[in-house]
């Protein structure tokens, strides 16, 4: 069956530029909850509903978030041994995202002709990024999320994210307590919220676009690219247009070249 594929509305603009963010910032959690309080006037004048708004008030510091951003160390490997640590090998990777194709081949060719992204892209985004989902966080995505859009470093990139996950909860894309990574990145391709929001494709046909939907979450990866410059039936090897719109996706040199040669084996 050929699924359907309906965007979501737009993420509103205002969210993300235009607007001034007047919540005090912190860099330890003794100001977080009064902060809260401020943040909860910036969330109603988003429009953030009452759904949004409690889980706001019901998020805590995210101490695993704070040390977790506090020590990144950046992507540095080689790419033998950045295939080796996230891969085993090429062969091996490829080997198991060829029999996930052939289990949904007609899902993973209906996502190809609407968006042009083939099925390798994909399922090594997949593969890389959360074990085709078997690894998709372990801290509560509002409270990551809320956390870092609080800590000073960073939260003028964050706050819009912030915005956004309480904008899912208050439309049934995201459960207050459902798990993610160290910094808000959720579901099956580890979307931020405010690009889940901007970029989400309800893939299933069931009204909603759930990022821990597998379907939901591959067909919106694709959308991604595609709205990044992705063009259809070209290369993605390196030194390619399509190449430079994984940068997109992820700003590692080796972690665009790892998808890019393990995703040319699971379409060879």
Not at 19 to 34: E, K, L, Q
Not at 81 to 92: E, M, N, P, T
Not at 176 to 181: D, I, N, R
């Amino acid at each position: 069956m050929v699924r359907s594929f309906t965007c979501i509305a737009a993420f509103v603009a205002s969210l993300a530029a235009g607007s001034a963010f007047a919540a005090s910032c912190g860099n330890t959690s003794s100001g977080f909850n009064a902060w809260k309080q401020e943040f909860a006037g910036e969330a109603q004048r988003a429009g953030i509903g009452r759904a949004g708004l409690s889980a706001l008030a019901n998020a805590t510091y995210s101490t695993k978030t704070i040390h977790a951003d506090r020590n990144q160390k950046g992507v540095k490997y080689a790419l033998n041994d950045f295939i080796r640590i996230r891969l085993g090998s090429l062969d091996s990777f490829a080997a198991g995202a060829r029999k996930r194709k052939a289990q949904r081949a007609q899902f993973f060719a209906s996502v190809e002709a609407r968006y042009g992204v083939p099925a390798g892209i994909l399922l090594a985004i997949h593969g890389m990024e959360t074990g085709y989902g078997r690894t998709m966080g372990s801290v509560p995505v509002v409270s990551s999320i809320l956390t870092v859009a609080y800590d000073c470093r960073r939260a003028s990139f964050f706050t819009p994210h912030a915005l956004a996950a309480l904008q899912m909860v208050d439309r049934g894309m995201l459960s207050p307590t459902q798990l993610g990574a160290f910094h808000g990145e959720l579901g099956h391709t580890q979307f931020l919220p405010g690009n889940a929001m901007r970029y989400g494709i309800d893939a299933t046909g069931d009204g909603t676009v759930d990022f821990y939907n597998e379907y939901d979450a591959l067909a919106s990866t694709a959308n991604f690219l595609r709205q990044k410059g992705w063009k259809a039936g070209q290369s993605y090897q390196e030194g390619s247009h399509n190449f430079r719109v994984l940068n997109e996706w992820n700003a590692a040199t080796v972690y665009q070249q790892a998808i890019a040669l393990s995703a040319a084996k699971i379409d060879g």
